[in-house]
């Protein structure tokens, strides 16, 4: 068997933990207070990992030069902070994945574009801010994913080499940051992804479409080849 890898590294939103749910909630009722029903719920959630900026779009349209934009996208961040963990949870299985890393101690830990405001109180509500090794947000760093600063200093905090660790990830900016670091990349179709074919184009060393194929590929350490 392949040796174990020096870390896992994790995108957060759409990889680690599912957090669509409170993402469609917050627009929803933000559309609400405009008079505007519900959107489905697979419609936001197909653009959940390009953040707030996405949901606006998406929920009203808006693009950031709008001079309605800013008032909107302030107002959803704002609810989604005071709700950021009613309905978030780790996706099913991704408990088990994280254990079997714990048990055979490879350190895990979380590289977000999400801001610190929100990853905190997220990883306090769902008991994982004492588990993992690292956790960086675009506050942490001068240039966000897919700049390899992130995933660089996370292996810096962890003392892990990046050559032999794993960055996880369901966009392709993920996939691009773990290839600028030097990391083995791994592509996860399960995730928020607007167009899950385009997974194929994006380069990354492995391809999972559950949590199941991806607890059953990091029970050894797949190569970067």
């Known amino acids: ?19 669509a749910p409170d993402f469609i909630r917050c627009l929803n009722l933000l559309r609400g207070e405009f008079g505007l029903a519900a959107l489905p719920a697979e419609q936001i959630r197909r653009s959940v990992s390009n953040g707030a900026r996405a949901m606006i779009e998406v929920g009203f349209g808006l693009l950031p030069e709008h001079p309605d934009y800013a008032g909107r996208h302030a107002a959803f961040l704002d609810l989604y902070e005071a709700g950021v963990a009613e309905e978030t949870r780790l996706f099913p299985g991704m408990e088990d994945v994280l254990f079997d890393l714990e048990q055979r101690n490879i350190p895990w830990g979380i590289v977000t574009n999400k801001p610190e405001r929100f990853t905190t109180p997220l990883l306090a509500a769902l008991n994982l801010a004492s588990r993992c090794a690292a956790v960086v947000c675009p506050d942490h760093v ?29 966009h392709v900016r993920d996939i691009e940051a773990g290839r600028n670091a030097g990391m083995t990349t791994v592509a996860v179709r399960y995730g928020y992804i607007e167009e899950p074919e385009s997974v194929d184009l994006w380069q990354a060393d492995l391809i999972v479409d559950s949590v199941t194929e991806l607890a059953k590929l990091l029970q050894c350490r797949p190569t970067n080849s």
């Open 1 to 19: 068997m392949s040796t174990p890898p020096s870390t896992v590294l994790f995108d957060l939103d759409g990889t680690l933990i599912d957090t």
């Open 142 to 170: 001068r240039v966000r994913k897919p700049d390899p600063e992130a995933l660089l200093l996370a292996c810096h905090q962890i003392g892990a080499d990046p050559a032999d660790g794993i960055y996880v990830g369901d």
